[in-house]
């Protein structure tokens, strides 16, 4: 596993692991002036790969869940490996995030990071080539996901940093205000499988759309149907302790908003502390989950010959 750092002070400063293409550091100037983490991250390789939670790292080959881990395409059934509750989270048992990508190139302000996933990896079909590129540019850090296929195949690519903006290890993200401009989230049965269709967010904790209090949400792990298309905003997190604001962008139909809800305090972060429930908060741009057995929603579906590319971009600046 290697560490490779791009952006400058008073910018930000990223740390990206070769072991899933993972953001384990994110250094960026508060709104208080002073400078700290805000990035939830792992002391070791082996505490990363011995981890559940994914932190910081590149999701795939689908990030969020698939049924019972099968789906038609083309005709005949996929089945796919599981490990949640019976079915098949962030890529399988052994996704992405858990593969050391190789470095396609590496200056002072951006990183280039590549995989192949081999026909048949966790029950997928088809060879992917993945590539992930993380480039700093002023205030902000572009997040670029693309892949391609010799076969048909499904392909839903994410990041899973968990952002704390009082610092890595500073306490929960209760008090941090999240904002999604979204009319639609996505009701879910027990095991995170949604139920059928979107539904409205008025009326419901979900209903973020002028802003709240993460912690009175009770806990969040859904998906938002985001407004609009093409790169907008998908979230914005502020922090009232430090007055650091986030923004987060993408090109992605949905963001799944995943407030920390089972972090157990059994990992270390960095800093050697605890991560318990709500040290972090994880906005995921992506596919709805479960699109692979949705035919009504945004499809998953890559072809050879074709490029599958989604973009994130991580904005920071005073809170407003």
């Avoid at 910018?11 to 508060?30: C, I, K, Y």
């Avoid at 083309?74 to 858990?98: A, C, M, Q």
């Avoid at 396609?104 to 995989?115: C, K, P, W």
């Avoid at 009319?183 to 209903?207: K, Q």
Wanted: charge should be negative; charged fraction near 20%.
């Amino acid at each position: 596993m290697s560490t490779l750092t791009v952006g400058s002070a008073p910018g930000p400063v990223v740390e990206v692991l070769t072991l899933g293409a993972a953001a384990q550091r994110l250094d960026v100037t508060g709104g208080d002036g002073v400078r700290r983490n805000v990035v939830l991250g792992h002391r070791s390789a082996d505490e990363r790969l011995a981890s559940p939670d994914h932190i910081g790292g590149t999701i795939g080959r689908y990030a969020n869940r698939i049924a019972a881990g099968r789906f038609p395409l083309d005709g005949r059934e996929i089945v796919v490996g599981t490990h949640d509750r019976g079915n098949s989270l962030h890529g399988g048992p052994d996704g992405f995030h858990r593969r050391v990508w190789d470095v396609l190139a590496h200056d002072r302000d951006e990183v280039v990071l590549g995989l192949v996933s081999p026909d048949g990896d966790q029950g997928f079909p088809g060879t992917v080539r993945a590539q992930v590129t993380y480039r700093v540019d002023g205030d902000s850090v572009r997040v670029v996901m693309e892949a391609t296929t010799d076969a048909t195949t499904v392909v839903n690519l994410t990041n899973h940093a968990y952002f704390n903006l009082d610092g890595e290890g500073a306490g929960t993200i209760d008090d941090h205000l999240l904002t999604v401009p979204a009319d639609d989230y996505t009701p879910v049965d027990s095991t995170g499988i949604p139920l059928g269709r979107h539904a409205t967010v008025a009326g419901t904790p979900f209903d973020l759309r002028t802003g709240g209090r993460i912690g009175d949400a009770g806990g969040i792990d859904h998906n938002y149907v985001v407004r609009g298309d093409g790169l907008r905003v998908a979230a914005v997190l502020e922090s009232p302790r430090t007055g650091t604001r986030l923004e987060v962008h993408t090109d992605q139909p949905g963001l799944q908003v995943y407030t920390g809800n089972y972090l157990d305090g059994t990992h270390l972060g960095p800093g050697g502390r605890r991560y318990h429930r709500g040290a972090g908060i994880a906005l995921e741009p992506q596919l709805f989950p479960d699109s692979p057995n949705r035919p009504e929603w945004p499809s998953a579906v890559l072809r050879a010959g074709e490029r599958y590319r989604s973009e994130l971009v991580w904005r920071f600046g005073p809170a407003r």
